[in-house]
């Protein structure tokens, strides 16, 4: 009987270093890249996580702060958009940051979360009227620059 509670009591503890060691690999193959400092709204500041997922999809996650309401900008637009541009120069619309459903807080919060098979080298987000742009104008408001991943 003491053998069987020592077998499930050390079979628990190597579940639970296993665990452990399976959250610190995935969280490993990260890449955090900070957004440049914006000429269009200077107090934006955010970065970009990227990691993989079990299809080994590329995982992008967005976290803003300090971001204005996108109805004050000079000239006055709807949406903020995120773009990628992919290792093979293909830029692609990711979609939009809403700031009239939420996303947007007093705080001037904002996150955004999306997948994709193609390799970001760059992430950036623009101003826009339409969420459905397959090129961005000229507004950039974020940018992370170049990296590699």
Same mark, same amino acid.
């Given at each position: 009987?003491?053998?069987m509670k020592l077998n499930? #009591? #050390?079979?628990?503890i190597f579940l639970g270093v296993f665990v452990l060691h399976m959250l610190f690999a995935v969280d490993a193959s990260a890449k @955090?890249?900070?957004?440049?400092t914006s000429t269009?709204?200077?107090a934006a500041r955010g970065h970009? +996580? +990227?990691n993989h997922d079990k299809n080994r999809n590329y995982v992008i996650s967005i976290h803003l702060f300090n971001l204005a309401e996108v109805e004050r900008l000079e000239p006055t637009k709807r949406y903020y958009i995120v773009w990628m541009v992919t290792d093979e120069e293909t830029t692609m619309n990711m979609g939009k940051i809403d700031s009239s459903t939420g996303f947007l807080s007093k705080k #001037? @919060?904002?996150?955004?979360k999306t997948a994709t098979s193609s390799k970001p080298s760059n992430i950036y987000i623009t101003a826009e009227d339409d969420p459905d742009r397959q090129y961005p104008e000229t507004q950039m408001i974020l940018s992370t620059g170049n990296f590699n991943m």
């Amino acid at each position: 009987m003491k053998t069987m509670k020592l077998n499930t #009591l #050390l079979n628990k503890i190597f579940l639970g270093v296993f665990v452990l060691h399976m959250l610190f690999a995935v969280d490993a193959s990260a890449k @955090k890249v900070k957004f440049l400092t914006s000429t269009a709204v200077p107090a934006a500041r955010g970065h970009v +996580i +990227i990691n993989h997922d079990k299809n080994r999809n590329y995982v992008i996650s967005i976290h803003l702060f300090n971001l204005a309401e996108v109805e004050r900008l000079e000239p006055t637009k709807r949406y903020y958009i995120v773009w990628m541009v992919t290792d093979e120069e293909t830029t692609m619309n990711m979609g939009k940051i809403d700031s009239s459903t939420g996303f947007l807080s007093k705080k #001037l @919060k904002a996150s955004f979360k999306t997948a994709t098979s193609s390799k970001p080298s760059n992430i950036y987000i623009t101003a826009e009227d339409d969420p459905d742009r397959q090129y961005p104008e000229t507004q950039m408001i974020l940018s992370t620059g170049n990296f590699n991943m």
